[in-house]
């Protein structure tokens, strides 16, 4: 058997190694809340424009040519948009349709 002494010393780093690993585990949900908070912004949008009616989604294209003629020169972010927004739109559907399986699994 241990002795008292050494018990107590033994109760003392349990005591200190449990401080250790809750301050860690509150260190790694901070984190974690913090890299989460741009895929929770994206999974908004994505669930408002899974609301809009597909009238809305189609009138979108020819709006952003019509702004992007009337703003001339200017409109080099919303040609961006127009140039890769559809290839983004289909990234951002394949991974929710994995994510989608993925929880059916």
């Known amino acids: 058997m241990y002795p008292r002494q050494e018990l107590t010393v033994l109760a003392a780093r349990k005591a200190e190694l449990l401080d250790r690993i809750f301050e860690r585990r509150e260190e790694c949900a901070e984190a974690a809340a913090r890299v989460a908070?741009?895929?929770e912004v994206l999974d908004h949008?994505?669930?408002r424009w899974r609301r809009l009616s597909p009238f809305v989604k189609f009138a979108a294209v020819p709006l952003g040519f019509v702004l992007k003629r009337m703003l001339g020169?200017?409109?080099r972010v919303l040609g961006g948009l127009l140039r890769w927004g559809p290839l983004v739109v289909g990234a951002v559907r394949?991974?929710?349709g994995a994510h989608g399986s993925s929880r059916r699994a």
Do not use: L, Q, W, Y
């Open 45 to 47: 949008g994505i669930a």
């Open 37 to 39: 908070r741009p895929v």
């Open 73 to 75: 020169r200017r409109a």
């Open 94 to 96: 394949g991974m929710a």
